[in-house]
C-alpha cells in the first residue's frame, strides 16, 4: 500500500514562505505524477499543483508565480516551495500519489498563514 507522509507545514506571516515536503514509499515513485491538493475550512479539497514523472508542472491560477513544485525521484519525495504567502493560502495541504486511474493520499498538514 502506498504511503505519504507530509511535512513542513506550521504558522506563517503574510509574505513569508515555507516548503512542503512530501516522502513516498512502497510505490514505483518515478513513474507517478504527483500533486499538492489543499483544503480550507468549509471548502472543497482543490487542486495547488502537479508534476509528471518527466517534470512537467501544472498549477493553480492562484498560486501561478508565487509556488514551485518540484520533486527528487532519488528521494522519493515531492516538494512544494510557497513564497509571498497569504491568508488565503492557509488549509490543509495534502500529498497525492497519481497513476492509472488509481490515487493515494498523504494525512495534510496544516499551513496558516497569519499576522
Known amino acids: 500500500q502506498v504511503q505519504l507522509v507530509e511535512s513542513g507545514g506550521g504558522l506563517v506571516q503574510p509574505g513569508g514562505s515555507l516548503r512542503l515536503s512530501c516522502a513516498a514509499s512502497?510505490?514505483?515513485?518515478?513513474?507517478?505524477?504527483m500533486g499538492w491538493y489543499r483544503q480550507a475550512p468549509g471548502k472543497q479539497r482543490e487542486l495547488v499543483a502537479t508534476?509528471?514523472?518527466?517534470?512537467?508542472?501544472n498549477y493553480a491560477d492562484s498560486v501561478k508565480g508565487r509556488f514551485t513544485i518540484s520533486r527528487d525521484n532519488a528521494k522519493n519525495t515531492v516538494y512544494l516551495q510557497m513564497n509571498n504567502l497569504k491568508p488565503a493560502d492557509t488549509a490543509v495541504y495534502y500529498c497525492?500519489?497519481?497513476?492509472?486511474?488509481?490515487?493515494?493520499w498523504g494525512q495534510g498538514t496544516q499551513v496558516t498563514v497569519s499576522s
Open positions: 497525492n500519489a497519481h497513476v492509472a486511474g488509481f490515487d493515494s
Open positions: 508534476i509528471t514523472y518527466t517534470g512537467t508542472s
Open positions: 512502497r510505490i514505483v515513485f518515478r513513474i507517478y505524477t
